[in-house]
């Protein structure tokens, strides 16, 4: 198995941007594609992005898409999240999750076999 744990959240003005980075310790990282969800309090757990094992595909969620970049270094088993243009109702608690190659890369949160604890992104307005 791999252990995802999250870094990079903090408090930001809205307009401003933060990386997230990702750290997988234990099996081989490439053999995982890497997804970016949040969770906000009360709200149920959103999709943001996700990427391939080799980096030959992203996919984005309608919250952030134009706004947030996905990328991985396999070399340094970590996966990121760039966000830019952030605002308010992007607080939350972001979350990384890595789901086996041998399937697709999803969309979905239950698709996902490890999960990191998260970290918490707060926009001031």
């Known amino acids: 198995q791999v252990q995802p744990v999250e870094s990079g959240g903090g408090l930001v003005q809205a307009g401003g941007s933060l990386r997230l980075s990702c750290a997988a310790s234990?099996?081989?990282?490439?053999?995982?594609?890497m997804g970016w969800f949040r969770q906000a309090p009360g709200k149920e757990r959103e999709f943001v992005a996700a990427?391939?094992?080799?980096?030959?595909?992203?996919y984005y969620g309608h919250s952030m898409r134009g706004r947030a970049t996905i990328s991985r270094d396999n070399a340094k088993n970590t996966v990121y999240l760039q966000m830019n243009s952030l605002k308010p109702e992007d607080t939350a608690l972001y979350y990384c999750?890595?789901?086996?190659?041998?399937?697709?890369?999803?969309?979905?949160?239950?698709?996902?076999?490890?999960w990191g604890q998260g970290t918490q992104v707060t926009v001031s307005s």
């Open positions: 999750a890595a789901r086996d190659r041998s399937a697709y890369y999803s969309s979905n949160y239950y698709e996902y076999d490890y």
């Open positions: 234990g099996r081989t990282f490439s053999n995982y594609h």
């Open positions: 990427i391939n094992w080799n980096s030959g595909g992203t």
